[in-house]
T-cell receptor, first 112, second 111 residues
Framework: EAQVTQNPRYLITVTGKKLTVTCSQN?????MSWYRQDPGLGLRQIYY???????DKGDVPEGYKVSRKEKRNFPLILESPSPNQTSLYFC???????????FGNGTRLTVT | GQQVMQIPQYQHVQEGEDFTTYCNSS?????IQWYKQRPGGHPVFLIQ?????EVKKQKRLTFQFGEAKKNSSLHITATQTTDVGTYFC???????????FGAGTRLFVKA
């Protein structure tokens, strides 16, 4: 089954403790992206990747890192999480920039 | 910067009533996509519009792309309880590789 898999689904952590949210897709998609969803703000793009080793900032990249060492994986790294990064995070992939996005099930992160 | 605005933010309807959400971009879009997110779920792609003035239908859903390719609408005829959720429009930023989403319209349907 074609899918985007994110882990974990829920995560509670404390300020400053490094964490990684994993994302993997099995559709051989070139484009991958991370979004955060906050009430009233919709989906805001954090980082995206056009292909392996090619990543760029979205609209809200501060406090986040990504890597794209393999085509299928696109982990989101929070080196020193802060409470304002409490949010619902979605990973998505597509064939290309203008193609429909396939979303993972989301990761609800709480930073205390 | 480039913005995609969506109205209304919320809409409560009685089952059987029609519903429309509107999307406006600050710049011309090469295409626009619409997604639906059920409560507790993830966004799911509905449709993509590319041509100026394009109209597409999916059963009770009608999607339009404006002549100037800066606005779009989604109209649902005779809403059902299965239509509840948040509807998002999204478009690519000019000259870049980002996808910009509107804030979404949350639809509530009362049986």
């Amino acid at each position: 089954e074609a899918q985007v898999t994110q882990n974990p689904r829920y995560l509670i952590t404390v300020t400053g403790k490094k964490l990684t949210v994993t994302c993997s897709q099995n559709m051989n998609h070139e484009y991958m992206s991370w979004y955060r969803q906050d009430p009233g703000l919709g989906l805001r793009q954090i980082y995206y990747s056009m292909n392996v080793e090619v990543t760029d900032k979205g609209d809200v990249p501060e406090g986040y890192k990504v890597s794209r060492k393999e085509k299928r994986n696109f982990p989101l790294i929070l080196e020193s999480p802060s409470p304002n990064q409490t949010s619902l995070y979605f990973c998505a992939s597509s064939l290309g920039r203008n193609s429909p996005l396939h979303f993972g099930n989301g990761t609800r992160l709480t930073v205390t | 910067g480039q913005q995609v605005m969506q109205i209304p933010q919320y809409q409560h309807v009685q089952e059987g009533e029609d519903f429309t959400t509107y999307c406006n971009s600050s710049t011309t879009l090469s295409n626009i996509q619409w997604y639906k997110q059920r409560p507790g779920g993830h966004p799911v792609f509905l449709i993509q519009l590319v041509k100026s003035g394009e109209v597409k239908k999916q059963k009770r859903l009608t999607f339009q792309f404006g002549e100037a390719k800066k606005n779009s609408s989604l109209h649902i005829t005779a809403t059902q309880t299965t239509d509840v959720g948040t509807y998002f429009c999204a478009g690519p930023n000019t000259g870049g590789f980002k996808t910009i989403f509107g804030a979404g319209t949350r639809l509530f349907v009362k049986a």
